[in-house]
């Protein structure tokens, strides 16, 4: 592996913009690297090699030509593949996309190119981003790359696993429930989910749109300020879009924690089955304290009810968002008889056995008999949970948890939904209170396979979150013991 693949990304848009390596070079480099690790890893459904050279040639002439290149200029970036990229196939991994096109740019690709970012291609994800394994992809299996037996989480493993596999520098996952912090535990990566409404999501396939967020995955907390300056802000696109001043991200990293109070749910440490990863998450908390910050304890009586919060909440928005996919707008059609039987055909030939669970669940949460009960109830728990983030922060300025109950399991492990679910036990409270969150690598197990911790902080104090997980992250790669800056062997 060339050392060009071992930079962060902030590093090599330095190197780029400084003229010391050219953004055609960097993109063969991932090119390359994919073409290696493919075969095992799995994580694209489209690369645009012709597209991404030509995208770095055209950066390479505009620096030679004196043009100042723009923050990510030159970096390769691979996007999940329910955010559109202008002229590309978006399958959402679902057969029921089968030969739509997208029309235009997402919001948030259109600023990554805007900022010189050059787009490799399309990752795998589970159907319509339902999932925790990548497994409900109809599309590809995806592997993880610290070990190809096993999964990289989901839904956005693809774009995960590009990572980790050190075939793009960067990458775009969506987060409903936990798809970006999940399979960024699973494979030793920064997978970030802002607030609720820091990022445009004008251009990405709409899931639970409550819930959805755009976030990045990427080796540093550097690069997730970088990239998260140059998507973050209104559009106009996107009416749930804030309007909040984007701050500095990537000036406004710390490097300790002094003053800073960080909350801890002693329960979640206390009772975790896998001791791993609880002493993982202990020793990473005591880092923490050792770089000044307060350890408070805190209590989130109702995150327990998170999950079914969450398969009540999400089914529903997911069911009204799905009914888009009819065999007449979009991709897929089975004609049949007549309209209703066409309607019928497509959506029963086009969606997964999950989307369907989905959806049937989500209907029923609707219908007039089950509203009260189901939606309405889950919605007043939702507020309950809301409540129990803003009394804790009021108490703290992050919280500190476990990312994942366990690291990556082997593919075909997990099959019944149920046990999938709990999978995003830690990461589903903060989607329902809009929070800003990650997941940040602290160590490897005894089999090598990385594990990470969850950070959370209130909606749009990203910067107080990405300040204290850099200063968090130096502290941990400075120990050699921990080894976090080795590649997977794949
Ligand atoms: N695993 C959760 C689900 O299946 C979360 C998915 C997501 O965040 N998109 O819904």
């Known amino acids: 592996m060339p050392d060009l693949l071992s930079l962060d990304a902030t590093e090599l848009a330095a190197r780029i913009a400084a003229g010391a390596v050219t953004a055609e070079a960097a993109t063969q480099a991932a090119l390359d690297r994919a073409k290696a690790t493919e075969a095992r890893v799995g994580a694209y459904l489209l690369l645009d090699e012709a597209g991404a050279l030509a995208a770095a040639r055209e950066i390479d002439a505009a620096r030679r030509a004196g043009k100042s290149p723009g923050p990510l200029a030159g970096v390769p970036v691979a996007i999940k593949d329910n955010i559109h990229v202008a002229g590309k196939p978006t399958t959402c991994a ?84 936990g798809s970006i912090r999940l399979p960024a535990s699973f494979t030793g990566l920064v997978g970030y989910k802002p607030g609720y409404g820091r990022v445009s999501r004008y251009g990405l396939v709409a899931f639970a749109s409550s819930l959805d967020q755009i976030g990045p995955f990427a080796r540093s907390v550097r690069d997730v300020a970088l990239s998260l300056k140059v998507m973050a802000g209104r559009d106009a696109m996107d009416s749930t879009s804030h ?31 896998n001791r791993e990863v609880a002493g993982m998450c202990e020793s990473a908390i005591a880092r923490m304290k050792a770089l000044g910050a307060e350890i408070v304890e805190i209590t989130l009586p109702h995150a327990d009810y998170g999950v079914q919060v969450y398969y009540v909440v999400a089914s529903a928005e997911a069911s009204s968002n799905l009914a888009r996919f009819d065999g007449v707008r979009y991709g897929l059609r089975v004609p049949a008889d007549n309209g209703i039987a066409t309607y019928v055909a497509t959506r029963g030939g086009g969606f997964g056995p999950e989307v369907k669970r989905r959806i049937m669940l989500g209907t029923f949460a609707l219908s007039a008999g089950a509203y009260d009960e189901f939606y309405g109830r889950a919605a007043r728990v939702r507020t309950l949970i809301c409540r129990d983030f803003e009394q804790a922060f009021a108490r703290c300025d992050l919280i500190a948890t476990p990312c994942a109950p366990f690291p990556a399991f082997k593919a075909g492990e997990i099959s019944d939904p149920l046990s999938m679910y709990l999978c995003d036990i830690y990461t589903i409270p903060a989607s329902l209170a809009g929070l800003c969150a990650l997941s940040l690598p602290v160590g490897f197990d005894s089999a090598g396979l990385p594990i990470g911790m969850h950070l959370s902080a209130p909606a749009y104090h990203d910067e107080r979150l990405l300040s204290a997980a850099h200063a968090l992250e130096q502290n941990l790669r400075a120990d050699a013991a921990l080894n976090l800056n080795r590649a997977p062997a794949v």
């Open 94 to 177: 679902s057969r029921m996309l089968q030969g739509f096109v997208a029309g235009y740019d997402a919001t948030v690709t259109a600023r990554l190119k805007a900022a010189g970012a050059v787009i490799l291609g399309k990752t795998n994800l589970d159907e319509f981003a339902m999932g925790s394994s990548c497994e409900n992809s109809a599309l590809k299996q995806t592997r993880n790359p610290w070990d190809v037996s096993r999964v990289p989480g989901g839904s956005s493993g693809g774009s995960a696993a590009a990572v980790a596999a050190r075939s793009a520098y960067l990458s775009l996952g969506s987060d409903t429930g």
């Open 243 to 273: 309007p909040a001043p984007v701050p500095d991200y990537p000036a406004l990293l710390g490097n300790d924690l002094k003053g800073k109070r960080v909350g801890v749910v002693r329960e979640y440490l206390d009772k975790l089955p």
